[in-house]
Each structure stands twice: as structure tokens, then as C-alpha cells.
């Protein structure tokens, strides 16, 4: 009797530098330390790829690092050139591009974002501000940078709860003030409340995906018709 | 020939400073007040609130709301601060604006001459972030 074998899907992406399981760490400069009684003399260690202690996917900052500097700047731009009135409007074209597309690539949407969808989120979220933090209340902490991730997200971006399955980040609060790392979290955050408005409303649409980011319950409300007008601008190229 | 394309460069140039700016894109803008507007917390969903409200200027009503809805305790402590803010003669409210005549604001700030209420922590200037300032 012939064994059936277990099919695995093995293919990472290609713009990820170790095995499925592991991530890049950057080469670095050690300072003399002592580790469980051993004295280790200061030396300079070598990128190499780590194994993720949970097993699953996880994107490290170095990592998301390594991918937007080799990657981003060759992309053909797919992003609206449009400011909308914000003086740092056009800044994160290229991170928008790169990680929409990576995110795209890894979690197969039916409906691909769009690149200029996420640009129309900065604009509501943050107004373009890197920098950006507002207090969210005691359940998920602050919000901070460009698309506002909050202190709970973080957590279950890391695997926290096992909120998400597969595909995670491994980040530091302060990490979000990077333009970077927040857009690389948000989009991934923005594919989860994507799976959770699907299981609501099944098969939702990017828009009631948004409406579930912000926390409104009606598209009627004013911030959803402000986002609808925005993209509405950015399509049609009205400025 | 030449004197020609300057003459009507410099018209362009003219034409271009004297037309009024209608409508141009998402700006800033301030609206100040000598009585206290509406504000409120609503609920909307999963124990999210969104802090709202409004005001009439000249017969057209302005809608006031936050770029998300938050937990009830950081609506509430917004909404006990502007309304501090409020009690004094004279406050203004900041908000971001689609365009000029927009009916609606996404508020920044609620602020008198002693005390203000932020959306967000330390924000930095307007004129770092809008190029609109109406």
C-alpha cells in the first residue's frame, strides 16, 4: 500500500532572503558581554538567517530592511502622484507600492489592495505624519505613526493569541515610528480586518474593511464619506 | 516676437495671483466661537466610541468628528476636556477640511487662550503638514 505524502507548501517569496521558518538578521558589531558565565570578546557578526522561534513566517525589522532596499526602488510605480494637500503627501510612495505588492503577493486576495487605497488611509490616519501618536484608551494602548497601528495590534502582530495564523511581525513599539516597519504592519493589520469583515459580511469590500480599521459602523459616517471622496480625488485625479 | 511671449508670460503671471483660490484640496482651518458647540460620544461598533458634534455658522451646520472611534474612556476624557475648554468666552476649534467650503471637519484641536485639547499627542505645526491653510 503506497504512502500518500504530505503536500507542503514550501514556496516563500522571492524577495525574502532565508527558508520559510526563518529570517534575515543583518550583519553587526557585538560589544564584549558575558553569556551564562562566558566572557565573549567584542567582534562583528555576519548576516545570516535565524530561526523563528515560532515557527511560523515572521518579518523582522532587519529583514523588512533588506527587502524595501533591494527591492522597492526597482518597482514601476503603480501609486497615485497625487498630495492631496498634504505637504509629505507624496513621501511613502514607494513603501506603499513595495509593501502593498508584497502583501498582495503573500496573501492572495480575490480584490488586490490598492496602493492608493492605503495612501488615502495615511492621509485619514496620521494627516502624513510619521510621528503621529494618539492615546486609543486602556484596551489597545496608543496609536502611533503613519497608519496608526496601536500597542494591541503589535502584540498580535507578534503572535499574541494566535490572532493571526501565519505571516507575522516582530516589532517594538517604538518601531512604528519608522515609516518602513509602520506600513509593512499596517497593510499586514489591514489584511486581518479584511479576514474578519469577510467572515461578517462575506466577501468585503476593501471599504467595509476600512469601516472595521476605524472603528465606525456605518458608511454613512462622515469619515468614511471623507475617505470615499478622497479616493474618489486621487482616481480621478481632480487636483 | 520676444517682447510678445514676455508680455503674455507676465499676464499668465497676473492672471494667475489675481484669481481667487477656490476648492483646492485638504487644508486646515480654524472656527472660533463665544458659546460652548455640541459635542458627544456615540457608540458604534464593538464598544467602540466616536467623539461627534456640530455647529451652525451663518444658517449652514458644520459636522465635527475624529479620524476613528476609540475605547469609551478615551472618548469620555476628550469629550470632559473640550468641554473645559469650552467654558471660557472665547475658544476655537481646528480641524482638517476636504476642501474651503467643506461642511465637515475632522477636528484637531479644541483650544482658548489658557488650555487645549489635542487629538493627537504634541501634533506638530499646521504649516509642516497641510499645504492649505484656509
Known amino acids: ?239 | 516676437m520676444r517682447e510678445l511671449r514676455v508680455k503674455k508670460f507676465k499676464f499668465v503671471l497676473l492672471f494667475a495671483f489675481l484669481t481667487p483660490h477656490y476648492s483646492f484640496g485638504v487644508g486646515v482651518k480654524d472656527f472660533c466661537f463665544d458659546k460652548p458647540t455640541y459635542f458627544n460620544c456615540i457608540e458604534e461598533r464593538n464598544s467602540n466610541f466616536s467623539l461627534q458634534g456640530y455647529f451652525e455658522l451663518e444658517g449652514v451646520r458644520y459636522s465635527i468628528s475624529t479620524r476613528r472611534a476609540f475605547d469609551l474612556d478615551r472618548c469620555e476624557d476628550g469629550l470632559k476636556k473640550i468641554r473645559q475648554v469650552m467654558r471660557d468666552d472665547h475658544f476655537c476649534i481646528e480641524g482638517e477640511v476636504l476642501d474651503q467650503d467643506s461642511k465637515h471637519i475632522t477636528v484637531n484641536q479644541v483650544y482658548n487662550s489658557k488650555i487645549r485639547w489635542t487629538y493627537f499627542i504634541n501634533p506638530p505645526k499646521k504649516e509642516q503638514i497641510y499645504e492649505y491653510i484656509y
Not at chain 1, 507548501?9 to 543583518?26: A, T, V
Not at chain 1, 526597482?74 to 506603499?96: A, C, D, R, T, V
Not at chain 1, 489592495?113 to 503621529?132: H, R, W
Not at chain 1, 493569541?161 to 505571516?167: C, G, V
Request: charged share 30%.
Open chain 1, 1 to 239: 500500500m503506497s504512502k500518500k505524502k504530505k503536500v507542503v507548501d514550501d514556496k516563500k517569496h522571492p524577495w525574502r532572503k532565508c527558508p520559510l521558518g526563518q529570517h534575515w538578521r543583518s550583519p553587526s558589531h557585538v560589544d564584549a558581554h558575558t553569556r551564562k558565565k562566558f566572557n565573549v570578546k567584542e567582534h562583528y557578526r555576519k548576516g545570516t538567517c535565524v530561526k523563528n522561534r515560532s515557527g511560523r513566517d515572521t518579518l523582522y525589522d532587519d529583514e523588512i530592511y533588506l527587502i524595501s532596499n533591494s527591492f522597492f526602488s526597482k518597482m514601476k510605480p503603480k501609486i497615485s502622484q497625487n498630495k492631496l494637500g498634504y505637504k509629505k503627501g507624496n513621501e511613502y510612495n514607494q513603501l506603499i507600492d513595495g509593501w502593498v505588492k508584497y502583501w498582495n503577493d503573500i496573501l492572495k486576495p480575490k480584490v488586490p489592495l490598492d496602493p492608493d487605497f492605503v495612501k488615502v488611509m495615511i492621509a485619514t490616519e496620521s494627516s502624513f505624519n510619521p510621528k503621529a501618536k494618539a492615546y486609543a484608551g486602556k484596551r489597545a494602548g496608543h496609536a502611533r505613526g503613519l497608519m496608526q497601528v496601536t500597542d494591541q495590534t503589535v502584540k498580535y502582530l507578534s503572535g499574541h493569541r494566535k490572532e493571526l495564523r501565519n505571516h507575522l511581525l516582530h516589532l517594538e513599539q517604538d518601531d512604528l515610528y519608522d515609516p518602513n516597519i509602520n506600513i509593512a504592519a499596517g497593510i499586514r493589520w489591514l489584511y486581518r480586518k479584511k479576514q474578519i469583515a469577510d467572515a461578517r459580511y462575506k466577501e468585503a469590500s476593501w471599504l467595509e474593511t476600512i469601516m472595521l480599521y476605524k472603528g465606525y459602523r456605518s458608511m454613512n459616517h462622515p469619515q468614511i464619506k471623507k475617505f470615499i471622496k478622497l479616493y474618489e480625488r486621487i482616481k480621478s485625479e481632480e487636483i
